[in-house]
C-alpha cells in the first residue's frame, strides 16, 4: 500500500484568501486524485491529476476556484482559491493501488471564518 | 451512472455480537466493490475489495463482505464486534472501464459495550 501525507493537516482561513494543500506520496504513481469531504457528508471526488497534463475536474468543479499542480509522480498540489465558509471541508488526496483499491491520505481539515 | 446506496445512517450493536453494514450498487458492466473505514479526524482506511472470484471476501480487522449479483449487494460483516469497531464505513464501486470511485453516504458504526 501507499504511504501518502499531507500537509496542512489542518488550517483556519479568512474568507477571500487561498490555501495550498500539498500531497506527497511514497512511491511514482501515475494518478491522484483530490476529494472534497463536506462535514457529516459522503466524499466526492474533486478532479483526476496525471503527472504532464492538466487535470480533469468533475462536474461543479472547476480549474479556477480548484487549481491542481503535478510537477512530477510523486508530489501535488491542490489550491482552493478565494474562500468562502463553503469551502470548509476535509480535501483528501487518493492514490490507486495495484489491484484497483484506492488508499487516501489523512486529509486536510479547512475552516473558512 | 454508478451509484452507491448504505440505507442505514448509524447502525448500532452490543459489542460480541455480529454485525452487518449494508451496500447496494448500480454500475455498467461487472463492479470492483470496496469498503473503506474512517476513524475521527483520520483519513480513509482501506478495508476489503471485491473485483472477481469468491464472493465471500475477507479484509482487515476481521471484517468480511459478501458480493451478492443478483441483489446488487455488498453488504460488510464481522462475526462479532469490538468497540474499537466504531467508526464511519464507505461503500464505493468502481466499474470495470473507468477509474472514478463513487461513494456511498457513509453508515456510523456504534459499538456499546
Known amino acids: 500500500s501507499a504511504v501518502i501525507s499531507q500537509k496542512p493537516s489542518r488550517d483556519i482561513c479568512q474568507r477571500g484568501t487561498s490555501l495550498t494543500i500539498q500531497c506527497q506520496v511514497d512511491?511514482?504513481?501515475?494518478?491522484m486524485f483530490w476529494y472534497r469531504q463536506q462535514p457529516g457528508q459522503s466524499l466526492t471526488l474533486i478532479a483526476t491529476?496525471?503527472?504532464?497534463?492538466?487535470?480533469?475536474?468533475e462536474s461543479g468543479f472547476v480549474i479556477d476556484k480548484f487549481p491542481i499542480s503535478r510537477p512530477n509522480l510523486t508530489f501535488s498540489t491542490l489550491t482552493v482559491s478565494n474562500m468562502s465558509p463553503e469551502d470548509s471541508s476535509i480535501y483528501l488526496c487518493?492514490?490507486?493501488?495495484?489491484?484497483?483499491?484506492?488508499?487516501f491520505g489523512p486529509g486536510t481539515r479547512l475552516t473558512v471564518t | 451512472a454508478q451509484s452507491v446506496a448504505q440505507p442505514e445512517d448509524q447502525v448500532n450493536v452490543a459489542e460480541g455480537n455480529p454485525l452487518t453494514v449494508k451496500c447496494t450498487y448500480s454500475?455498467?458492466?461487472?463492479?470492483?466493490l470496496f469498503w473503506y473505514v474512517q476513524y475521527p479526524n483520520r483519513g480513509l482506511q482501506f478495508l476489503l475489495k471485491?473485483?472477481?472470484?469468491?464472493?465471500l471476501v475477507k479484509g482487515s480487522y476481521g471484517f468480511e463482505a459478501e458480493f451478492n449479483k443478483s441483489q446488487t449487494s455488498f453488504h460488510l460483516k464481522k462475526p462479532s464486534a469490538l468497540v474499537s469497531d466504531s467508526a464511519l464505513y464507505f461503500c464505493?464501486?468502481?466499474?470495470?472501464?473507468?477509474?472514478?470511485?463513487?461513494f456511498g453516504g457513509g453508515t456510523r458504526l456504534m459499538v456499546k459495550p
Open positions: 491529476a496525471n503527472q504532464g497534463s492538466e487535470a480533469t475536474y
Open positions: 487518493s492514490v490507486m493501488g495495484g489491484g484497483y483499491e484506492q488508499y
Open positions: 512511491s511514482q504513481v501515475t494518478m
Open positions: 471485491y473485483i472477481t472470484g469468491d464472493n
Open positions: 464505493a464501486v468502481r466499474d470495470n472501464a473507468g477509474n472514478m470511485l463513487t
Open positions: 454500475v455498467s458492466g461487472n463492479p470492483y
